[in-house]
């Protein structure tokens, strides 16, 4: 079956520059973006009945750019002055980028780890008399409270944000060649929001383990998957399996 049109389970990138508009020319193929999911803030009220005294903090663990607006919404709302002091780490160079808009970088003490939460463990372990606040969506992958407590440092989850299952019900009677993949929480919003679905001719493709193994526990095939040595980004994982497929 040849590949005409992919369903990317994210929303629309924000820059001309992105890789799906390359593949989408180079192999001429129709990609659409829309969210599966999205994120929700937690009330104050939910937030409190946590029992968290927000100042008796002294550092911030952020990994996303949601953790960053949840938080200093909730700071806001519960008027908490965040002091000059905070020492902040941020897992990347995006979201420590993204902090930008809640405080005066250069003033900061910031520290920017590699992309991944092992390469912020090692930036946390040279604070480690730090008392640290995790702000956190509903859903936290087990390696990061893993990585916290086999450092032995204080720290404490704050729940500010939760990931809700998007509404699709305009695409029920909408077919793609190819749907992707990034989380189990996107084959979660698949099948609440069309419980009945049959795979059929539609090609399923999956980014990251956790996200592979939710495809074939809900009794689907996995076509294609990222990373790998050979196609590191989804990108180049779905261009090789177009190539291929377009050519039979």
């Known amino acids: ?54 100042s008796k903090f002294s550092a911030i663990i952020l990994t996303s750019r949601n953790a960053v607006d949840h938080f200093f919404r909730v700071a806001e709302e519960m008027r908490f002055k965040v002091p000059d002091s905070m020492k902040y780490f941020c897992q990347s160079e995006a979201v420590a980028y993204y902090l930008q808009k809640y405080v005066v970088y250069r003033k900061r003490k910031i520290y ?3 992309r991944t939460f092992p390469d912020l463990i090692k930036l946390i372990k040279k604070h480690k008399t730090e008392t640290f606040l995790l702000p956190s969506s509903d859903k936290l992958k087990p390696l990061i409270p893993d990585e916290l407590n086999t450092l032995g440092v204080a720290w404490t989850r704050v729940d500010l944000y939760k990931t809700v299952v998007s509404d699709l019900s305009d695409l029920e009677n909408v077919f793609y060649d190819i749907l992707v ?3 189990p929480s996107g084959i979660e919003s698949l099948l609440k929001n069309f419980p009945d679905f049959k795979q059929n001719d ?9 996200t592979v193994n939710a495809v074939t ?4 095939k996995c076509d294609i998957v990222a990373p790998s040595k050979e196609t ?12 291929a497929a377009n050519k039979r």
């Open 112 to 114: 920017v780890g590699n």
């Open 217 to 220: 526990e809900a009794g689907l």
């Open 181 to 183: 993949f990034f989380s």
């Open 202 to 210: 539609t090609r399923i493709a999956a980014f990251g383990n956790s």
């Open 1 to 54: 079956m040849k590949v005409k049109t992919i369903l990317v389970s994210q929303p629309a990138p924000k820059t001309e520059t992105s890789p799906y508009f390359d593949l989408s020319d180079k192999q001429k193929v129709k990609i659409d973006f829309r969210s599966f999911i999205h994120v929700e803030g937690i009330s104050v009220k939910e937030v409190r009945a946590q029992k968290i005294d927000l």
């Open 232 to 243: 590191p980004s989804m990108t180049m994982a779905l261009e090789k399996y177009i190539k």
